[in-house]
């Protein structure tokens, strides 16, 4: 067997694996990357993990096991097949050894399934190597693992995790970017939570690491490259000499006027800052910082005015003198913020829907504005009479396809509904027809409250909704539909 060891950094190491295409030729070098990679991760500790996920990922994993059962056919004819086997073997086991020790619980049934491929091939191909030592270990160190991680991931919700959730700060802080990412418990996509505290918890715990984990994961990569080199790393962008240059009122909302560099491109930062993105403001590299949120951004003046959150008092003195170093996530905060925030002040006695949110119950009751009216019968758009509770409602003249059909039935007849699909297929639509048929049916004085995710989208459907009605209110300030002007109203 040719020894073709490989001498590289970490860096060539783990990118030579991600590509790698093993083959019957190249078995050794395979076996070396493998086994360098091993002994890095046992010297380089602070780093291991990090060193594994950019491995250990299913691409990986897919490729070991084609390469197996590509090139280990006729393994077990020859003493030198039966040593590559052996080889691959150990080295494989070992690296998923120091894998299994700090991978969160996902990376395990991949490994789990390479590794289960690796036996049956053994004892297919009736191998000779002793490795069953070696075999036995790690399959019960999957085990262990597997039951262990699922009882960190999924353990009971304690009052004292929901009481951490109430007082968290929903804003990132230093211990969110370089303390060890936390383990999370899965969202459950099959099956009921426990109860409001465990929904809570694990849906708070998700949405607050979704938009954190990019900003760690960009600023990790920008200080450990050639920094100022490169403005994005991981779908954060960043700015350099970035200076504070004085205070603003905008909107009743105190503020303070930001100002880039002037080498960078003034079309692209105008799309890319809107109302609520996130800053990290630093001065040290980010050993610590401070965060502001875009209010507006001045083309004309080519500069951005932004709400500075809580600084400490040494920083308030020097603002206007310093320079800063300014990383911004593509993620867009103002979303997050808002239902984090929600989450925190979420009784359990009130919360809405639980049934259908937390327990998952497959039945939806008639809405109680049915039964409360004692409504039997919908008027729609003044051509058909229709039996509320009819288990098949007949075909109007607005044009539904079959499936908007459905999902027009069971909105106007369920308590809890959700209708979803990809651009295009009628969704607002459908929408605008629910809510005429609900104006024009149910007399009762509470609002309907429409929230979307962006304002023009917001903005769209009010425009429909006001061909059926003027007794509207826009709540919020970010509209520039002139349609909609007279119906605004600003948060305070």
Known sequence: MANNTFKGSIKDVTSSLVNFQPDSENISTFINLLDELRKFCATETTYKRNILESVVHKKFLQSVQTFMLNNFKDCSKTEDGNENFRNFFLAFGKLSRSAIEVLPCRYLFSLKSAFTLMKAV?????????????????????????????????????????????????????????DKPPEL???????????????????????????????RAGITEYLSSNWGTQRKQSGVY??????????????????????LDK????????????????????????NSFF????????????????????????????????EYLVAASKVFFEPYLHVLTALQ???????????????????????????????TTYNMFGKTQVEILEPSWPKFMVQFNPSQHRAFQAALTSEFVVIQGPPGTGKTFLGLQIVETLLDN???????????????????????????????????????????????????
């Not at 509470?446 to 429909?464: M, R, S, W």
Request: proline share 3%.
């Open 122 to 178: 053994v004892t297919r191909l009736g191998v000779k190597m002793n490795v069953e030592n070696e075999s036995v270990e790690l399959a019960e160190l999957i085990l262990m693992a597997e039951t262990s991680k699922k009882e960190e991931c999924e353990r009971e919700v304690t009052a004292e995790e929901i009481n951490e959730i109430k007082s968290m700060t929903i804003l990132p802080t230093e211990k969110d970017l370089y």
């Open 291 to 322: 965060l502001g949120t875009v209010i507006e951004v001045d083309n004309k003046e080519q500069t951005i005015i932004v709400k500075l959150n809580e600084m400490h008092n040494d920083v308030c003195d020097n603002i206007y003198a310093e």
């Open 185 to 215: 418990r899965k969202n459950i996509v099959e099956g009921a939570y426990e109860s409001v505290g465990h929904y809570i918890t694990v849906q708070f715990n998700l949405l607050h690491e979704d938009f954190v984990a990019p900003l």
């Open 238 to 259: 960043f700015y350099h000499q970035v200076k504070i240059l004085d205070a603003s009122l905008d909107s009743g909302k105190l503020g303070h006027v930001i100002k």
């Open 263 to 286: 080498k960078v491109k003034w079309e692209m930062v105008s799309k890319f800052f809107i109302f609520g993105s996130l800053l990290l403001f630093t001065t040290n590299s980010f």
């Open 442 to 492: 149910v007399p009762i004085d509470t609002p309907i409250l429409v929230v979307c995710y962006k304002n023009h989208a917001l903005d769209q459907f009010l425009e429909g909704i006001l061909k059926k009605t003027q007794n509207i209110i826009r709540i919020g300030g970010r509209s520039k539909n002139k349609n909609l002007e007279k119906f605004k109203k600003k948060c305070s």
């Open 345 to 375: 002040k979420m009784i359990a006695e009130e919360f809405p829907m639980e049934k259908y949110i937390v327990r998952v119950s497959p039945e939806s009751k008639v809405p109680a504005y049915i039964v409360e009216l004692g409504l």
